[in-house]
């Protein structure tokens, strides 16, 4: 990060990328979709936030932020991270992935819990950044 | 602007006559004639001449222009080195270095090119400028001309009343309005001093012969200062040129818009021993002041503040086609960041639909997600971006033109902190910024990231 960047910003630092559901802006605004082996992340993403219409939420967006997490028992999770009409987009996810038949997990703690399922130890868990290791501290 | 203003060597008895025939009226009584001339020395009032002459378009000299200040010693820099004020000028034709060519004569040492990089310092490729900062800042302190204040600065580098001429041959226009955005800065941020309205008239200038016309005209719309004061007015105070001499509307042109966007820089004070002692100087000149404030505000209430960019160190960019190389520009805007990721996608509801996207990076300060975006462009007049190019006004051209509106539109719903927008293009952050305000857009700001 160039320092010049920090002036403009007006800020005195820059958040490095941390796991969604750990970080201070994350409660309440981050859930984890189920991705069917063999799907693509993105087209996943896109069909589970736009599956229910007309859209519940107001206002704000969704962002697929590319962290994904491959619990013990080998199945893998991607993050949605979603702001403005929080509590509309939190529906318009849970009802999405739902209705197209796929489990959902957040962060909890130190734990990785599934919806009506395990919580796993994050430690236990393989963490990826677009693809790449992401290991989280302790791992 | 008015074209009826008489030539420099027509005298106040002939003009006195040419009004009284078109008028039939008699001029009273003949007052001292009072004209701006950017190229008067202040502390005797005389006349002197712009250094580089009218012939010298491709040789914008900043300061100096009364040669005052030379060096008294030459500097044994190789990045910047001293040259004899009359080789300065270029004759008309030959062209400017394909670089950035920068000469530097000074009272003093010349800063070095391996000198730590210091406050309120550009330094593009060999060009160094240091620029006017707070006396009371520990940083460098060299003024691009003269200062009237007599000041002794103890933080100066080169000692004394940091007196610098410096004279750029600048490679194209972005590299002016470069310095003249940081000249700008430094006025916004430590307020008006001596000699900066000169400074910026010298600039402009300089910017003016680099710019196409197209693109000045920009600058100006709809905007008639004679609708302001009367053009009269204009052609005795404001403008002052000579017919014959082919620099004359352009630095006429300058001073305008140094008044217009800028302004005439604080009103001159009434409560001075120099005013009591003679009072009716003192109201002609606030007279003066507010007949060129008044052009000032009419250009702001039409047209508007021209707004001042922060801006970061330069990129290198590279590629054989215009495609490639803003590609080359998005990938360095992105490792200023410090990111190569991919980032993050997005799905945001507009006007009831969903809608996804994906920005060319996303930064995270303090906490708030910001799209980052990278705008390069060759050249504004032959960008489709531009609606006054040449392509511009092309039925993809308009698409595209849309198209930034509406991803801004996106950017600010999707990231917390709306949208940077880093643009190798003054004049591509200028327009946008008004468009995107006119578009009702908010969360957004324009940085300049120059090209090396």
Known sequence: ?139 | MARSSPPESTSAERRAFEHYLRTGRRLPSPAPERKFNPYHDPRNGRFTFAPGGPQSLQNAVFSDRRGLWKPKEQPNDTAITARPPETRELAQGESASSQSDVRASSSGAVPSAEAEPALAKIQTDDLTIYLPVDPRDDGALLRISATDDGAQYPNCPVGGDCRETVSVSPKNSDEIQLILNRYRMSIRDYGWKDNDLSNLVDIRYALYTLMEREAIAAHIEDWDPTRVVPGEWIAENAIDFDRDDPAGPTRAFAYLMTLAIDGPGPPPELFTLDALMDPQQAALDQAEWQAKNAIHQSYQAMIGPDPIFDYTVSVAVSGASAKERGDSYEVQVRRLYGGDERPPSFTLLLDGKVITGQADHVAWPEDTSTAIEAKYTDSWMGTLRNPLSVIGIMPWSEKEQQRMIEQARRYSIAYDGGAIYHTNSFELARFYSKAFKDAGISKFKFVITPIE
């Not at chain 1, 990060?1 to 007006?10: T, Y």
């Not at chain 1, 859209?55 to 993050?79: C, M, N, R, W």
């Not at chain 1, 949605?80 to 909890?108: C, N, P, S, T």
């Not at chain 1, 599934?114 to 430690?123: D, H, T």
């Open chain 1, 1 to 139: 990060m160039h320092d010049s960047l920090k002036k403009i910003f007006g800020v005195d630092k820059f958040d490095d990328p941390a796991l969604p559901g750990t970080r201070a802006r994350d409660p309440g605004k981050v859930i984890y979709v189920l991705l069917r082996p063999g799907a693509e992340m993105l087209e996943s993403f896109e069909e589970v936030t736009a599956k229910v219409n007309p859209p519940i939420p107001k206002h704000g967006a969704a962002l697929h932020e590319h962290f994904a997490v491959k619990t013990p028992d080998q199945e893998t999770f991607y993050s949605i991270y979603f702001h403005g009409d929080v509590e509309g987009w939190r529906q318009q996810i849970e009802l999405g992935a739902k209705q197209l038949g796929l489990k959902m997990a957040k962060v909890h703690e130190d734990k990785f819990v599934v919806s009506e399922g395990p919580a796993y130890l994050l430690l236990d868990c393989a963490v990826t950044l677009d693809g790449k290791p992401f290991p989280l501290p302790g791992q």
